[in-house]
């Protein structure tokens, strides 16, 4: 069936007349003549039913059904320049991948194992794109998800990878010359806004009193948390796969126990099983559940 759609050149005419208010500049942008642009105009709102602009002496302003139609226009627009210039850097023999997963988890381990993949399937080309909430994955344009395990992901194939167990962490000049020299109660503590009973749970399970557990600044990302403890301004309650480096390095320090139960589990989201998913997202998912199990090989 043939799509009731306008064509792309009154599209196009409307959009940059609508950003300029002036079909005159309009026409400069597109190259054309003033007057081609005003017949397209009149073409695109004898094909809606709909008066898009009024006119003003040389100038025109949308009326609020244009003003709701720009706005759709170029969002339109814009995605469809994006994916194609998407393609256009596509490599002819190559495949690619888009993955939708959580920004500190990228950042922090994902990223820094990609090389070993690309080694192995160097014609792949994995893209990451920021997702903090659960979605719906089908017709997204998402290949996979990578988020935490979630009753939202119901009917989609699910493969739980590691387990997030948060943990104190700090500067090591904050503990004064010596791991535990200074309780925990006595330092600056730093939330992670979306979880601000998270110290509260940790004193209640480990034991470790705390005065003001809800006390301290808040930041909306684990990455930010962690920045703030290496630059010495608290201690950050965050997941120990983020800090492994840090800590080996002593750049941060950890003489507190791990908040065993206050944690949540990262998973690989796929809309069908491994086995009947294509080449590419069968080869990246095969390779992430391994380099997962290599993490934490006791992890079921």
């Not at 959580?102 to 690309?118: D, E, G, K, S, V």
């Not at 962690?226 to 320090?253: D, F, Q």
């Not at 998912?285 to 090989?297: D, F, G, M, V, Y």
Request: with cysteine; proline share 7%.
């Amino acid at each position: 069936m043939r799509r009731k759609i306008p064509s792309n050149s009154a599209l196009m005419a409307f959009e940059a007349s609508a950003r300029h208010g002036s079909f005159a500049r309009a026409a400069d942008e597109l190259a054309l003549t003033e007057g081609a642009i005003s017949r397209q105009i009149g073409r695109l709102e004898a094909f809606l039913g709909i008066t898009l602009f009024e006119r003003v002496g040389n100038r025109v302003r949308l009326l609020p059904n244009g003003e709701r139609y720009a706005v759709q226009v170029r969002e339109s627009l814009d995605r469809l320049e994006r994916d194609s210039q998407y393609l256009m850097g596509q490599p002819s023999d190559g495949a690619s991948l888009d993955i939708a997963t959580i920004p500190t988890f990228a950042a922090r381990w994902l990223i820094p194992r990609l090389a070993r993949f690309r080694e192995m399937h160097p014609n792949t080309t994995v893209h990451l794109t920021e997702r903090m909430e659960p979605f719906v994955l089908a017709g997204s344009g998402f290949d996979a998800a990578i988020h935490f395990e979630h009753p939202a992901w119901t009917g989609m194939r699910t493969h739980r990878l590691l387990h997030e167990t948060l943990v104190p962490v700090c500067h090591p000049a904050l503990l004064d010359g010596g791991e535990g020299a200074v309780s925990l109660d006595e330092l600056p503590r730093l939330h992670r806004r979306q979880n601000p009973d998270a110290w509260q749970r940790y004193a209640q399970e480990t034991g470790v009193a705390l005065t003001h557990p809800a006390v301290g600044a808040r930041y909306d990302l684990h990455s930010m948390q962690i920045e703030a403890a290496l630059a010495g301004l608290g201690v950050a309650l965050v997941p120990r796969l983020y800090v492994e480096t840090e800590l080996a390095e002593g750049r941060l320090v950890a003489p507190w126990p791990d908040g065993i139960s206050i944690a949540k589990t990262f998973c690989l989201i796929l809309p069908e099983p491994i086995r009947l998913s294509e080449g590419p997202i069968q080869m990246f998912a095969n390779w992430l559940i391994k380099e997962a199990r290599h993490h934490s090989p006791n992890f079921d």
